[in-house]
């Protein structure tokens, strides 16, 4: 039986159905809802790549269940900044030229 969880996501209220309340998060996020910043890595909680802010707080996207996302606030990459107004974390990384290994893209 199919359930909805609601959550704030990046600010916007959003819902997604889901079979399984256990499905990690990160599939909810990608799948249902179209995001892209969180990425799938090692599915171990282990490399980051999936991590995201759940009420202030990182958390492995890939082992954390949706179900416990229920009313929460999220925060995804896609929620930090704009390309107009860009968060302090992504200032710094243009004004230092900062470049990431892309392993995890």
Not at 14 to 37: C, F, I, K, T, W
Not at 56 to 61: D, F, L
């Amino acid at each position: 039986m199919s359930k909805t969880i609601s959550f704030v996501l990046n600010g916007r209220q959003r819902s997604v159905q889901v079979d399984d309340p256990e499905m990690p998060l990160l599939y909810a996020l990608r799948n249902d809802l179209g995001l892209h910043g969180p990425r799938f890595g090692c599915g171990l909680a282990q490399c980051g790549a999936c991590t995201v802010h759940v009420e202030g707080k990182a958390v492995r996207s890939c082992t954390f269940p949706v179900a416990q996302a229920a009313g929460a606030k999220l925060l995804t990459l896609e929620g930090l900044g704009t390309p107009e107004r860009p968060h302090a974390l992504q200032k710094a990384f243009i004004e230092e030229q900062a470049v990431q290994c892309g392993y995890c893209i």
